[in-house]
């Protein structure tokens, strides 16, 4: 079972930044893509960020030019480099893994940002 653990949420002003990371532990061979989801109160869950296996990346529109996804393969960890931050980017954010045949969901970590 993978399992994924999320840290470094918290509140910031607009226009400030934050770095989201996620430990992930368990048979992580079986991961093909790695990724960080959002969802505000009310709305549906939305892909962020995500990195395949390749490294390759791809991004939200709402987020591009502002977020990064990296990997640390070392430390099994992944990370969302937020900079830019605008109140609307105020959500619980969560860490998933995806395998062929499942998804892994982390805790999620509230992300709050202050006009």
């Known amino acids: 079972q993978v399992q994924l653990v999320e840290s470094g949420g918290g509140l910031v002003q607009a226009g400030g930044s934050l770095r989201l990371s996620c430990a992930a532990s368990?048979?992580?061979?079986?991961?093909?893509?790695m990724g960080w989801y959002r969802q505000a109160p009310g709305k549906q869950r939305d892909l962020v960020a995500a990195?395949?296996?390749?490294?390759?990346?791809n991004y939200a529109d709402s987020v591009k030019g502002r977020f990064t996804i990296s990997r640390d393969n070392a430390k099994n960890t992944v990370y969302l480099q937020m900079n830019s931050l605008k109140p609307e980017d105020t959500a619980v954010y969560y860490c998933?893994?995806?395998?062929?045949?499942?998804?892994?969901w982390g805790q999620g970590t509230q992300v709050t940002v202050s006009s």
């Open positions: 990195i395949v296996r390749s490294g390759s990346t």
């Open positions: 998933a893994a995806h395998s062929r045949n499942n998804d892994y």
């Open positions: 368990g048979p992580l061979f079986l991961i093909n893509t």
